[in-house]
Structure formats: structure tokens, C-alpha cells
């Protein structure tokens, strides 16, 4: 689908370019809002309308914007990030922080997911997704919730959600028609094993990391 470049300053009232609070707008119940493509979103990036490095999810046509990364929530990424890279085989491939494409109207940014290392990443969707890990703090409530169910209905069988604060992670597994049905909690001592990527383990006591 082509993108007239008439329209694409309709999104500038939303998204300013180098703004670090976006204008955001709520629509009234019940009225039509404008649905963007992935393909708008890229090519509205390309030619500067919207900043490369705005932080936001589009979920299906709507963009929504995240909150900023704090400090505690780089930290465990950073260390994270160290171990995950040296504890997967050579059978996966771990991406942090990408842009994950699910479909035609939606794209999610997790701090990691996990695929076949047979998918290139120009072909990566949703359901090579082995395992998606989201470290949260101030977007927990958002992670757990809308989040979980968009993951889900793409098909992703396992999600881990770090809370950055506590070092709990909340686990998602044995995906079914209504959604994951195991569901836990585990402790910063506690050590956990990907069923989907079977060689990758977790104890983030054992990473040094402690509770903020």
C-alpha cells in the first residue's frame, strides 16, 4: 500500500518530532479514529515526521506510547542482556530490545524475545517468538494486562515479566484458546528454565541484581 505524502502530516498532530512528551489524544467512545499500517509508522519514521527514537507500541492501528526507561529497568536489562546472550545455544537467537512486527496494524517492543536462528530477522513475526521477556516497572499493570493478551493472541507460548523493582518475575506459559494457563510467580532467588528454550535458565540473585 502506498503512503501519500499528503497525508502524512495528519500524525504530526500526535507525535512531534524530537518532543520528549508526545501530544497524545483520547478518542470519545464510539467514534472513528484513524487506523495507521506498520507500513504508514516506517515510512512516516523515514521521513522524519516521527522521531526514530520515540518510544511507543502501535496495537492494532493505534499508537500508544510508553513510558520512559528508568534507571533501575536499564540496569536490569544491562545485566540481563550479558547473560542471556552467553546462555542461549547456538539454535536461537536472542533480540534485545527490538521491534517485534505481528502483523499488518500492530508491533510491540519487548526487551527480548527468542527465535529459531533459521528466521532471519526481516522474516521475524509473532509466531516464530519463542519466548518474549518484558522488564517492567512503572508499565507493569500495562505489561500484565493488555500486553499479556496481545502476546497471546499472536501466539508467543511463553512471556516472562521482570519487575524491576522487586526482581519478581511473573511468569506465562501453556498457551490455550483463552489465554496462558500457567501463571506464577518467581522470587529474585528463584531459578527458572524456558520450556521453549529449553538451555536458558534465570536467577537474578545469581546476576548480582538486587531489589531497588
Not at 14 to 32: F, K, M, N
Not at 115 to 137: M, P, S, Y
Not at 178 to 200: K, M, N, Q, Y
Request: hydrophobic share 45%; with cysteine.
Amino acid at each position: 500500500m502506498k503512503v501519500k505524502h499528503a497525508k502524512l502530516p495528519i500524525m504530526n498532530a500526535r507525535i512531534q518530532i524530537g518532543d520528549p512528551s508526545p501530544v497524545t489524544t483520547q478518542a470519545a467512545e464510539g467514534l472513528p479514529r484513524r487506523k495507521w499500517t506498520v507500513a504508514e509508522i516506517d515510512a512516516m519514521v523515514r521521513a522524519g515526521i516521527i522521531d526514530e527514537h520515540e518510544h511507543f507500541e502501535l496495537i492494532d492501528g493505534d499508537a500508544v506510547p510508553l513510558a520512559p526507561r528508568s534507571l533501575q529497568h536499564e540496569i536490569v536489562r544491562m545485566e540481563l542482556n550479558e547473560h542471556l546472550q552467553r546462555a542461549i545455544t547456538d539454535a536461537f537467537r536472542a533480540a534485545p530490545t527490538t521491534t517485534l512486527r505481528l502483523d499488518e496494524y500492530s508491533f510491540l517492543e519487548p526487551d527480548f524475545c527468542f527465535f529459531a536462528r533459521t528466521v532471519t530477522f526481516e522474516q521475524l513475526r509473532g509466531h516464530h517468538v519463542e519466548l518474549a521477556i518484558e522488564i517492567a516497572d512503572t508499565s507493569l499493570r500495562y505489561d500484565l494486562g493488555r500486553k499479556i493478551g496481545i502476546y497471546a493472541a499472536f501466539g508467543i507460548p511463553e512471556v516472562w515479566v521482570i519487575n524491576a523493582n522487586t526482581l519478581v518475575t511473573h511468569v506465562h506459559r501453556s498457551l490455550g484458546a483463552e489465554g496462558f494457563r500457567t501463571v506464577f510467580e518467581a522470587g529474585p532467588a528463584d531459578e527458572i528454565t524456558s520450556v521453549h528454550v529449553p538451555t536458558l535458565r534465570m536467577c537474578l540473585s545469581e546476576l548480582d541484581m538486587t531489589p531497588f
